[in-house]
């Protein structure tokens, strides 16, 4: 089955600054990469998903880009503000939620 | 509009008891789901509803028992509770499987002693 890893497990970034969370992905045929963010005390929550046949997709500070051939996608979030303080999900499935298999997370702290 | 409700909040068992994790959506999906969540270890699917009427296994369904009552409500059964199933409990829904977004409930925090 697919298996992710997400780096880093911890992130301390200053406000401001950029941030950057890495997945990598074993099955070849996953084409649905969604990224999914946790508020303390709350489910995750859809931030942005991207697509087999797109390499990057953006959304106001948000990006996440896709490397098919290496089999890695990544998180970017720029001009980084208190209220991006959360764990962070990425997650990868051929298709179906019911095959959506999650990385183990990032804590994200954004400093003041 | 609520989206995903669950209920309860937080419960504590004793090993070998029993109880029901209730789920309830209002917004129409087609889809539910139950995950559990356990800290190093991201989201595990338990179980899935792709539709009224059918439930699947998932990656980790051992222990557990589910019930799609109807289109809303998707519940989860503990029959003999564990402490290896102390873990915090989402359910989710779907407008459809295929790369639909995942909404989720705020989650039932489950320790069993």
């Known amino acids: ?112 | 509009n609520a989206g995903v409700t669950q209920t309860p909040k937080f419960q504590v068992l004793k090993t070998g008891q029993s109880m029901t994790l209730q789920c309830a959506q209002d917004m129409n999906h087609n889809s539910m789901y139950w995950y559990r969540q356990d800290p190093g270890m991201g989201l595990r699917l338990i179980y899935y509803s792709a539709s009224e009427g059918t439930t699947d296994k998932g990656e980790v369904p051992n222990g557990y028992n589910v019930s799609r009552l109807n289109k809303r409500e998707f519940s989860l059964r503990l029959e003999s509770a564990a402490p290896s199933q102390t873990s915090v409990y989402f359910c989710a829904s779907s407008n459809r499987q295929g790369g639909s977004p995942l909404h989720f409930g705020n989650g039932t925090r489950l320790t069993v002693t």
Do not use: M
């Open chain 1, 1 to 112: 089955g697919e298996n992710v890893e997400q780096h880093p497990s911890t992130l301390s970034v200053q406000e401001g600054d950029s941030a950057v969370i890495k997945c990598t992905y074993s099955d070849s045929a996953s084409n649905y990469f969604p990224w999914y963010k946790q508020e303390l005390g709350k489910g995750p929550q859809l931030i942005i998903d991207i697509r087999s046949n797109v390499g990057e997709k953006k959304d106001q500070r948000i990006a996440v880009t896709l490397n098919k051939t290496a089999k890695h996608f990544s998180l970017h979030i720029t001009e980084t503000q208190p209220e991006d303080s959360a764990v962070y999900f990425c997650a990868a499935s051929n298709f179906g939620n019911e095959k959506l298999t999650f990385g183990t997370g990032t804590r994200l702290t954004i400093i003041p």
